[in-house]
C-alpha cells in the first residue's frame, strides 16, 4: 500500500493556487484543523512496521475526511469521487456533465493527476471553477488534499463537487475523503472482469458506470457480465451504462446526482 509506494508522506503534492502550505494555513472549516508534523522514521523493515503505518496513514486520514464530510454536509455540498484507470473517460464525462446540468446548480472541480494540467485546462474550458492537484510520485489523492483544494477554492453552498481522482483501480479504494457517493468508471474497450480483478474498489462503490458503449460494435465487452459481477462484489450498487461520447444512457448518471443532491 502507500508505506511503500511512497504516498504516504505526501511529498510533491503541488495545489494550483495554493499560495503555500503550512501547519498554520487558513482553512474555510469552521473546526480546529490541527496537523501534526511530527514524522518518526524507523528503518525497521518487517511485515508488522508496514502494517502498523498503513493504518497509521489510514486512521489519520479518516479524520480528516470525517471533518470535510462534516463541513460540506453543514453547506449542503455534495461531492463525488470519480474513480476508475486512465483513459476511462473520467474527464470526458465530467465535462459533458457540467454542461448538460449548467443552471440547475453551481458544479466545481478538483482534478487530480500526478502531472500536468491537462484535464484541469478541459474543465475550465467549461467555466466551472477547477483546482488541480499534482499528486506526484503519488497515486491517488487523499482527505487532506481534498483540505487544501476546498481551502483554494471553495465550493458554493447548495453545490455539486465533482473530485476526479487520480488514475487507478487499487490506492484510490482505500481512502475517504469525505465524499458523499463513490463512482466507479470502467469502459469497454478495459474488457468486462474488471470488478473481478480489483474487487476491492467495487466492492466500496455506490454507483458504477460503463462507459464508451458507443464502442461496443467493435470491442469484445460483455455488459451483462461486467454487471453480475459487480453485483456479486456489491450486492447494493447501482450501475449505470451510457456513453459520454453520444450521450446515451447520461439521463440515469444525472438522476443518481439527483439522488445524493438531495443527501448532502
Known amino acids: 500500500m502507500c508505506a511503500t509506494c511512497g504516498c504516504g508522506e505526501g511529498a510533491g503534492v503541488r495545489i494550483s493556487g495554493e499560495s503555500g502550505h503550512s501547519q498554520d494555513h487558513e482553512h474555510p472549516h469552521d473546526h480546529e484543523h490541527p496537523h501534526s508534523h511530527d514524522h518518526s522514521h524507523s528503518h525497521e523493515h518487517s511485515h508488522s512496521t508496514t502494517v502498523v503505518l498503513e493504518q497509521q496513514v489510514l486512521a489519520k486520514n479518516d479524520e480528516v475526511a470525517t471533518r470535510n464530510r462534516e463541513w460540506m454536509r453543514r453547506r449542503r ?6 474513480m476508475s484507470s486512465p483513459g476511462a473517460g473520467k474527464t470526458t464525462l465530467l465535462v459533458r456533465t457540467i454542461n448538460d446540468l449548467r443552471g440547475r446548480f453551481p458544479v466545481a472541480v478538483i482534478e487530480g493527476d500526478q502531472e500536468t494540467a491537462l484535464d484541469a485546462e478541459r474543465i475550465r474550458s ?3 471553477p477547477v483546482v488541480q492537484v499534482n499528486t506526484g510520485a503519488g497515486c491517488h489523492l487523499d482527505a487532506e488534499m481534498i483540505d487544501r483544494a476546498i481551502n483554494v477554492n471553495r465550493p458554493l453552498d447548495d453545490s ?3 473530485i ?3 488514475g487507478n483501480l487499487v490506492c484510490p479504494a482505500l481512502f475517504d475523503l469525505g465524499e458523499e457517493g463513490k463512482v466507479v468508471l470502467i469502459s469497454t474497450p478495459e474488457g468486462a472482469d474488471k470488478p473481478m480483478k ?17 464502442l461496443l460494435p467493435y470491442v469484445e465487452f460483455d455488459v451483462d457480465a461486467c454487471i453480475r459481477q459487480a453485483k456479486l462484489l456489491n450486492p447494493a450498487v447501482r450501475v449505470v451504462v451510457l456513453s459520454a461520447t453520444t450521450g446515451e444512457g447520461l439521463s440515469q448518471w444525472y438522476d443518481w446526482i439527483d439522488s445524493r443532491m438531495a443527501l448532502s
Open 198 to 214: 480489483y474487487p476491492h474498489i467495487f466492492a466500496v462503490a455506490d454507483l458504477v458506470i460503463v462507459n464508451k458503449i458507443d
Open 77 to 82: 455540498i455534495a461531492a463525488l469521487n470519480v
Open 164 to 166: 476526479e481522482n487520480v
Open 126 to 128: 467549461t467555466g466551472s
Open 160 to 162: 455539486l463537487l465533482l
